[in-house]
């Protein structure tokens, strides 16, 4: 028989017990609460200007990581010349100057060339879709950490995103109807695009997005190429120039690469890490949807500027080719960084070969979304 002031005793013991249980279960909850309080911030520099579509894109990746962690790290977002110049971005991230940076590897060619197959790689026949797919799915990522941390040994790590549409061929001061009107013009491109227009003749200029427009006012360049519509109608093409010139095989397919000092990269918790990489699969799909919309929107707006906005004439686009087989040998047989060149670009080789394949039987060619266009808008 239980007397009614023990029954009262347990039931007391039972509250105590539930109420001490519950304050554990707080207890854990409010633990990580106290952590995302704990907030790092990052000096994370881009190497576009701010008025450029591209330094929109970095702050939206900024964006996506601050958001993504809660405000356990927050990047805070610089423009180009911030800290350091465009170029010596990769640099101070190295040497922990700046924490973080939003570039493309093909400003990196100076340290290898190869570092080039990562930001323009050759024509073969895919496009930065298929590009993004090689160093994710491909073997390209494992190629990468073996060239910046092994080979160079930069304190880097890094992550590409962001499937750039064809680079158009740029901005002249007549149209160019054949592979002779690039010999001997002063012309700015970057990366192993610099050894391309070198083989068709033209002197090639190497010089950040934020420079080019002055250079081409000062009569210092004849022509240039920078990206796409949006980034080249902010910069100010259309007031140094008339003539654009559509589709080309210099810059078929690349990417951003946004990079960490690895030092500090390595010191973040494995969820911060996660965030950072998944931050960079996020910002792909919503910046592609983006450079959709604005890049028609802003090639309209070159036109009402009196631009005459031209497709690259076949011929110059077969003379292309034919240059990257010679910057391909020729990058290939040199007896100190050829045998990592050949070792990427045959990886890369072996991944278009299959995918590019199926694609080709898969899906429309580009006559066939033409008609298709054709038969619905005239």
């Not at 554990?24 to 576009?48: D, L």
């Not at 093409?237 to 397919?253: E, I, L, R, W, Y």
Request: aromatic content about 12%; some cysteine.
């Amino acid at each position: 028989m239980i007397r009614k002031a023990d029954s009262v005793s347990r039931r007391k013991f039972l509250k105590a017990g539930a109420l001490a249980a519950g304050a554990v279960t707080a207890g854990t909850v409010a633990m990580p609460q106290v952590s995302r309080a704990q907030t790092v911030t990052w000096k994370y520099q881009s190497t576009w200007p701010t008025k450029d579509i591209f330094h929109e894109m970095a702050v939206d990746y900024a964006k996506k990581v601050n958001d993504m962690s809660g405000g356990r790290l927050k990047l805070d977002v610089l423009a180009a010349g911030a800290v350091v110049p465009a170029f010596q971005m990769a640099d101070a991230v190295h040497s922990g100057i700046l924490d973080a940076g939003h570039g493309v590897c093909a400003y990196w060619y100076g340290k290898h060339k190869a570092y080039s197959l990562f930001g323009t790689p050759p024509s073969y026949g895919w496009d930065a879709n298929g590009f993004l797919g090689w160093f994710y799915y491909g073997g390209g990522e494992a190629l990468y950490k073996e060239l910046v941390n092994d080979t160079l040994k930069l304190n880097l790590v890094g992550f590409l995103y962001f499937p750039m549409p064809t680079q158009p061929l740029g901005w002249f001061k007549k149209p160019v109807t054949g592979p002779d009107d690039l010999k001997n013009i002063k012309y700015r491109t970057v990366g192993l695009s610099a050894d391309l227009f070198k083989e068709l003749g033209a002197a090639v200029t190497i010089l950040p997005g934020g420079e080019i427009v002055p250079a081409m006012d000062r009569g210092l360049l004849d022509a240039a190429e920078f990206n796409n519509p949006s980034s080249d109608l902010l910069l100010g093409f259309p007031d140094v120039s008339k003539v654009f010139m559509t589709q080309s095989n210099h810059q078929q397919a690349e990417s951003f690469e946004v990079i960490f000092n690895k030092a500090k990269f390595d010191a973040q918790p494995a969820e911060v890490k996660s965030i950072l990489r998944n931050a960079a699969f996020a910002a792909t799909a919503d910046q592609y949807a983006m450079a959709h919309d604005r890049y028609s929107k802003d090639l309209e707006a070159i036109k009402a500027r009196g631009v005459q906005v031209l497709k690259t004439p076949d011929s110059v686009l077969n003379a292309q080719l034919r240059a990257w087989n010679k910057v391909i040998d020729a990058q290939q047989a040199d007896p100190k960084t050829g045998a990592f060149f050949k070792k990427v670009v045959d990886s890369q080789k072996a991944w278009v070969k299959r995918t590019s394949a199926y694609l080709q039987i898969n899906n429309n060619d580009s006559a066939a979304l033409q008609n298709a266009y054709k038969h619905f808008f005239g």
